[in-house]
């Protein structure tokens, strides 16, 4: 999407370790942000959301950081593991032409070398 | 329940063919689109419909033709493809349409449609 995108198009990381995925967006008026897994011949699968009147939210492995002062969040999967390995997607709700849209970032392919 | 189940996994027609594709929930969702996705990209909206009627249209070509017969099923009509068409044909539900913008969008599994 035009106003959420990726620092690094592929990250590689190593079994057991932990990984973050960067994500920056340009509209300040976006307060919903949800990161999507989606893996080789499959759908996006919903990993977790934010609100932005929330900085942090955990999850199981996984955490979403916002930073609204810095238009930027971050999705941390600790000890990542094979299964984890997918294209991760920041996605936010836009109004382009006063309809709310979910528009994607670019992706970030996590790669997870054994 | 919470699968968004799309048929067929795979498709190959041919430019004069007409063919469609299906999605169905039954998490009692009454928002549904349809995405197309082309490799190594993110996910591009194409239609939304909200209780059964067409709310967004993002301007795609008429070879496409999207249909709602109740809240549980949508489908994708297609005729006269190109080759360009050539995508993953995504499916996803919502519980309501994003009127404020915070509903979470579940995604079926895809079509994967080769134009030939």
């Known amino acids: 999407g035009e106003n959420v995108g990726l620092h690094l198009p592929t990250l590689s990381v190593q079994e057991g370790d932990n990984s973050i995925i960067n994500c920056a967006y340009s509209?300040?008026?976006?307060?919903?942000f949800i990161w999507y897994k989606q893996e080789s011949g499959k759908g996006p699968q919903f990993i977790i959301d934010?609100?932005?009147?929330?900085d942090k939210r955990q999850g199981q492995r996984v955490t979403v950081l916002l930073n609204k002062t810095v238009k930027h969040l971050s999705l941390q999967i600790a000890a990542t593991q094979p299964g984890d390995s997918a294209v991760y997607f920041c996605?936010?709700?836009?109004?382009?032409?006063?309809?709310?849209?979910?528009?994607f970032g670019s992706g970030t392919r996590l790669l997870v070398r054994p | 329940d919470t699968e968004v189940t799309q048929t067929p996994k795979h498709l190959v027609m041919g430019m004069t063919n007409k063919k469609s594709l299906k999605c169905e929930q039954h998490?009692?969702?009454?928002?549904m689109y349809w995405y197309k996705q082309k490799a190594k990209k993110p996910p591009e909206l194409m239609f939304v419909?909200?209780?059964?009627?067409?709310?967004i249209n993002e301007s795609v070509p008429s070879r496409f033709s999207p249909e709602c017969p109740n809240s549980s099923l949508l489908n994708l009509h297609l005729h006269a493809l190109q080759p360009e068409d050539s995508a993953l044909y995504l499916c996803?539900?919502?519980?309501?349409?994003?009127?404020?913008?915070?509903?979470?969008?579940?995604f079926g599994p895809g079509t994967r449609l080769l134009v030939l």
């Open positions: 998490m009692g969702h009454r928002a």
């Open positions: 934010i609100r932005s009147n929330m």
């Open positions: 996605a936010d709700f836009e109004t382009p032409d006063s309809s709310y849209k979910l528009i």
């Open positions: 996803a539900s919502s519980q309501e349409f994003p009127s404020n913008g915070h509903e979470t969008q579940y």
């Open positions: 509209n300040s008026a976006s307060d919903y």
């Open positions: 419909y909200s209780y059964e009627k067409l709310s």
